[in-house]
Structures are given as structure tokens and as C-alpha cells.
């Protein structure tokens, strides 16, 4: 199976020097993608700006901002069989970028944002048989609007959680397949996440295919 995974939080620059992004560490993709390559998968790895080591066996694709993911995933999305889509893309990004650094000055500024393409959304609205893997992060009503975000983005598979989980290494998560119910999972640590994500799409890979993983 060919296995592509977007992993870390995007930066979507003010001037060469400021940035908005979140606190995305890149963990759960960086886990899915050597998950994936210890199954044996073909994996490529789009990835934010993020400290930690690219797995072993992944092809890694470095982006900065949203629209570099975007189109990184455009370019790859037709050769892959699944995409994962862990990464935690700025909803939104500065009107204008200031070519040199703003002066600090007495007066306040004001900042218009645009907001950035809905990779996942795009990807499940343009895909040929590939699984689509996504997460969803609620405060309230975490179910209803995880199972909401998977029937409008046509995902495969989804995993639902707090987003006080997206620094931790430990969390307690919903995973739940196309057609399935919510399976709970609690304390989870994301390797083990990922294991069970990948698992889950070997399963439904196999079942299209007729090929056993």
C-alpha cells in the first residue's frame, strides 16, 4: 500500500521574522508514517517545520505554509492508496506578507486573514479509491461533530479526540471506520494510535483489493 502522511502545524508568515501557526508537535504523523513503514507500506511524509527525526524508510516532503501542503498533497494524492492526514493546517493565513520586519511602533496594527484550502475536504471530494484518514479536534459534542466532519469530508476512517491532546503524548481517543461504530480508546499513547490506523486501513485496502497486507 502506498501510504501518504501530512504531519505538523503550518506557518503562514507576517514578515520574514513573525508567524502564526499552533501547537501542533508533528508527533501523531511522524508516528503514522514509521508505522506504516514497519508494515512494509510505501510511504512519503509531508511535513511542517517540526524538530523531530524523519522516520527511517519515509520519503520526507518539507513544507512551510498551508498552500505548500496543498500542493504537495495535489501532486501526490493520485499515486498514493491512502492518505493521512495528520497534519494541523492553519485555517487561515495574513492578507500581506511585509517584506521586511515591522518596525515596533506606538500605534496598533491591524491584520486581515484569508482563509487557506480545506485539504481534506478536497481530498475527499477528488478521490479514486483512496482510504482517507483524518482527525477531528472538538471541545464539545466531540462524537456528533466528528461523525458530522467524516460523512461531509468522506473519510475512511477518523480519530476523534480533545484538543488537549495535540501535545501530549498520551490521549484519550474515539477511532471509528466508515459504516462502524466509535471505538473507545482510552490513554492511547499515538504510537499506538498509528498502529491501529494503519492496521485499520490495511484491512480496507484488503477488502478493495483482494490483496492481503
Not at 41 to 57: D, E, M, R
Not at 123 to 142: P, W
Not at 148 to 177: G, L
Request: net charge negative.
Amino acid at each position: 500500500m502506498r501510504v501518504l502522511v501530512t504531519a505538523g502545524g503550518t506557518r503562514e508568515y507576517i514578515d520574514p521574522v513573525r508567524y502564526i501557526t499552533n501547537a501542533s508537535t508533528g508527533k501523531m504523523g511522524y508516528a503514522a508514517a514509521a508505522a506504516a513503514v514497519e508494515r512494509g507500506h510505501s510511504v512519503k511524509l509531508i511535513s511542517a517545520p517540526t524538530s523531530i527525526a524523519h522516520p527511517k524508510g519515509a520519503e520526507l516532503i518539507s513544507i512551510v505554509s498551508a498552500e505548500e501542503m496543498f500542493e504537495a498533497v495535489k501532486n501526490e494524492f493520485a499515486s498514493c492508496d491512502c492518505l493521512i492526514m495528520a497534519a494541523a493546517v492553519s485555517d487561515y493565513r495574513p492578507e500581506r506578507y511585509a517584506e521586511k520586519k515591522i518596525k515596533k511602533s506606538s500605534e496598533e496594527i491591524e491584520l486581515t486573514f484569508h482563509k487557506t484550502p480545506d485539504i481534506l475536504q478536497w481530498a475527499g471530494d477528488n478521490k479514486n479509491g483512496q482510504i482517507i484518514v483524518g482527525f477531528a479536534l472538538e471541545d464539545e459534542s466531540l462524537l456528533e461533530k466528528a461523525d458530522e466532519k467524516m460523512q461531509r469530508k468522506k473519510m475512511d476512517i477518523i480519530v476523534a479526540n480533545s484538543p488537549s491532546a495535540i501535545s501530549q503524548e498520551c490521549s484519550h481517543i474515539y477511532i471509528k471506520q466508515s459504516g462502524g461504530e466509535w471505538l473507545n480508546r482510552p490513554e492511547r499513547h499515538k504510537s499506538e494510535t498509528a498502529v491501529e490506523i494503519i492496521r485499520m486501513a490495511d484491512r480496507i485496502h484488503s477488502e478493495k483489493t483482494g490483496e492481503s497486507t
